[in-house]
Structures are given as structure tokens and as C-alpha cells.
């Protein structure tokens, strides 16, 4: 199983959210998650992120639970999508998905 080394993180998240190793870990406390479970999601979330916007929209959202073996109906993930854009603004952030997506089971 890949485990992120501290480069990995700082590439990943600490570059770009300005944030310390430990705000992260503690991020990933609140929300249940392994750090590594974090770093991959957001690494698959960044594929489909083409624009590195730290954004992404319906259509990739839809691309992203795929690959992650969600099968979702266009219904399912229409309802997901509006849960999670909630200041619909047409695009979900990163720590939203993360926190929809940590807490369907």
C-alpha cells in the first residue's frame, strides 16, 4: 500500500493550502480519514482536476467516483453534487468531497 513520505504531502497539500503537517493530520482526525487515505484521494481528485483549480465540476466529480468503484445513477449523483455544492457555485472543493465522500458509509 503506498504510504506518502513527508515530500509527497508537502507536494501534495502543504505547497498549496498553506498549511502545516500537523493542521493536516488533525484535519484528517476530524474527519476519520488516514493521512495516506488522504493524500490518495487527493491525488485522484488532482487527476481530474486538469486546471489545478483545486475545484472540480459535476462532469469530473462523476469521472472521480468511477474510478474510485462508486457507481453512481445520473440521479445519485445529481443529488451529490448539490449536497456538496453548497454555495453552488457549480464546482465542489477538495476537503468537501473528501468529507461527503468519508461519511456515505
Not at 60 to 70: D, F, H, S, V
Amino acid at each position: 500500500r503506498w504510504s506518502p513520505t513527508d515530500d509527497d504531502i508537502n507536494e501534495i497539500f502543504l505547497k498549496r493550502y498553506k498549511m502545516s503537517k500537523e493542521e493536516l493530520q488533525a484535519m484528517a482526525d476530524r474527519m476519520g480519514i488516514q493521512l495516506n487515505n488522504l493524500c490518495y484521494l487527493k491525488q485522484e481528485f488532482d487527476a481530474y482536476d486538469e486546471d489545478r483549480s483545486g475545484y472540480i465540476d459535476a462532469g469530473e466529480l462523476k469521472e472521480l467516483l468511477e474510478k474510485l468503484g462508486e457507481e453512481l445513477t445520473e440521479e445519485e449523483l445529481d443529488a451529490a453534487f448539490k449536497e456538496l455544492d453548497s454555495d453552488q457555485s457549480g464546482e465542489i472543493e477538495f476537503f468537501e468531497f473528501v468529507e461527503w465522500f468519508t461519511s456515505e458509509d
